[in-house]
């Protein structure tokens, strides 16, 4: 097999593993962080993102309330409230997602996906988002992106108008993931990650 066909093999091979066993692998590729390393990458993440524009610029972010096998929201959060922007989270309220204010004050609770959220179902309008910093497991650096299978942020970005970030750790890029009609790609994937797949 020359390199032509061992590329090709290693790019439809990729493609072949469908997106629940993508999911799993990304999900011990993630468990294989270490505590510093991980910590040491999302500090360079935060500082990417606050360098952008679109983070400069907005006034309302969405951000999800990170899970422990994510990079960890809670600095992205606090860094929006000492810049006096507005935060908003994601709430699943009757099979749809919307967003909520969130502030030091609102009360969380845990909801249909195990993930906390806010208790009020006060939805922001779409149109009053300036940037929404998507989560995922895996993006390719053009956009691409393997979220957790519930398909909410496909169907929310179909019809958002505004900017869309995503921040990978360097387990989260990757060359090639299938991409089906329904899903939305990331206008910007900033990452630390430095060497080719």
Partial sequence: MNKIEAGLASFFGEIMINKSEQRQLQKEAL????????????????????????????GTIAVTLSMPIELDTAPIIEAAWSANK???????????MIFVPFDDG????????????????????????????????????????????????DRFLVNYTGKT?????????KQNIPIEPHDQLIQEVLTVHTTKE
């Fill in 106 to 153: 609102s009360s969380l609770q845990t909801g249909q996906l195990s993930i906390r959220e806010p208790v009020t179902e006060v939805a922001v309008s779409a149109n009053k988002i300036d940037l929404v910093i998507v989560p995922g497991l895996a993006f390719t650096r053009s956009g691409a992106r393997l979220g957790f299978g519930a398909g909410y942020y």
């Fill in 165 to 173: 970030i995503a921040l990978a750790l360097s387990p989260q890029i």
């Fill in 31 to 58: 468990k294989t962080l270490s505590i510093h390393q991980k910590q040491t990458e999302s500090n360079r993440l935060y500082q990417l993102l606050f360098e952008t524009a679109a983070w400069q610029e907005a």
């Fill in 86 to 96: 507005k935060t908003v989270v994601p709430k699943i309220v009757n099979h749809q």
